[in-house]
């Protein structure tokens, strides 16, 4: 058996990180962004997630330079990032905090 070329190595990679995104990652981001429209605010646990992902992002950015195909994807999920970044700032300097649980019990 013969070892796997660079492109087709990459071209795996680029397989996992589009699954990954389309069954993780977008819907995760996207539901931060759906409550932080609602004057919510992120979590701990959802910052930690979203460094993780930018930080993924920097790594991938040579694989990206070299595929035109995914720049445009990868231009809308900083661009997504931004606005949930703005988002939170904006919540958090007005004071709606709406945590998720009722702690009024």
């Known amino acids: 058996m013969s070892k796997p ?10 397989a996992v990180l589009l699954k ?23 979590s701990d646990l959802e910052i930690t997630h979203l460094d993780e ?10 694989m990206v330079n070299r595929h035109a195909e995914f720049r445009e994807l990868a231009a809308k999920m900083i ?9 939170a700032v904006e919540n958090e300097e007005k004071g709606e905090l709406k945590p998720d ?3 009024s019990e």
């Open 5 to 14: 070329s660079k492109e087709d190595a990459e071209d795996g990679t680029i």
């Open 20 to 42: 990954r995104a389309v069954e993780r990652r977008i819907p995760n981001v996207l539901a931060i962004k759906e409550r932080l429209e609602k004057g919510g605010t992120r």
């Open 53 to 62: 992902i930018l930080t993924d992002r920097r790594k991938m950015q040579e």
């Open 79 to 87: 661009s997504l990032y931004a606005d949930i970044t703005r988002m």
């Open 101 to 103: 649980i009722d702690l």
